[in-house]
């Protein structure tokens, strides 16, 4: 089936150590986003990926890095410097100039 | 930014409409208007979106107003699978043509028996 998958649902990590988000999608978006969204809150734009090898910081870029390797990969790795990882990271991908499409998320708890 | 304002919840009774209402008043004449709603736990799920007119697809229809200042969500027949936070925002274009969405906090709606 055609779709964004991020894996895994749940992770746990500790305090100063960096963690690696997968996200994945075989629908052949040129577009790939990543949000962060805390409890009760809508989501914010971390960062966001138009084509291969090409990626922009969006609203709240500080503590976190992307790669777009592939088209259909953009992981995200939330390093030591974010102060307050803890949160549900949410990825999507969208042809250009069409409605975004996410995944079901991850969660992230640091220990 | 073009900001967004909706009521933090509304209740609909199952099998009736829920209108679900948005205002954007400082929206540009090329921003789209998009819904999206999210169940707890989940990605967020696109709706539909428009631009001046009316539209319809077979989740909902979309009203925008003459003045693009405000729209509404309709649900013709609520269940209790439309119990989400339902978002409304106004698209931006980025450098290079993608798009960005703007999160708010969102309507939560509540469908009962």
């Known amino acids: 089936d055609g779709g964004i998958t991020q894996s895994p649902k749940y992770l746990f990590r500790k305090e100063g150590q960096n963690v690696t988000l997968s996200c994945e999608q075989n629908?052949?978006?040129?577009?790939m986003y990543w949000y962060r969204q805390d409890p009760g809150q809508g989501l914010r734009l971390i960062y966001y990926?138009?084509?291969?090898?090409?990626?922009q910081k969006g609203d709240i870029a500080e503590g976190y890095s992307v790669s777009r390797e592939k088209k259909e990969s953009f992981p995200l790795t939330v390093t030591s410097a974010q102060k307050n990882p803890t949160a549900f990271y949410l990825c999507?991908?969208?042809?250009?100039?069409?409605?975004?499409?996410f995944g079901d998320g991850t969660r992230l708890s640091i220990l | 930014d073009a900001k967004t304002t909706q009521p933090t919840s509304m209740d609909c009774a199952e099998g009736r409409a829920a209108n679900l209402p948005c205002n954007h008043s400082?929206?540009?004449?090329?921003?789209?208007v998009y819904w999206y709603r999210q169940i707890h736990s989940q990605g967020p799920q696109y709706i539909i979106h428009?631009?001046?007119n009316n539209e319809t697809n077979e989740m909902a229809s979309l009203i925008i107003t003459e003045d693009r200042k405000s729209s509404t969500l309709i649900l013709p027949h609520a269940t209790l699978r439309d119990t989400a936070v339902y978002y409304c925002?106004?698209?931006?274009?980025?450098?290079?043509?993608?798009?960005?969405?703007?999160f708010g906090t969102g309507t939560q709606l509540k469908v009962e028996l």
């Open positions: 925002i106004v698209r931006e274009i980025l450098t290079g043509g993608g798009n960005k969405l703007t």
């Open positions: 990926s138009q084509i291969v090898n090409d990626f």
């Open positions: 400082t929206i540009s004449g090329n921003e789209y």
């Open positions: 428009g631009l001046k």
């Open positions: 999507a991908s969208s042809p250009q100039g069409q409605p975004q499409h």
């Open positions: 629908l052949n978006h040129d577009a």
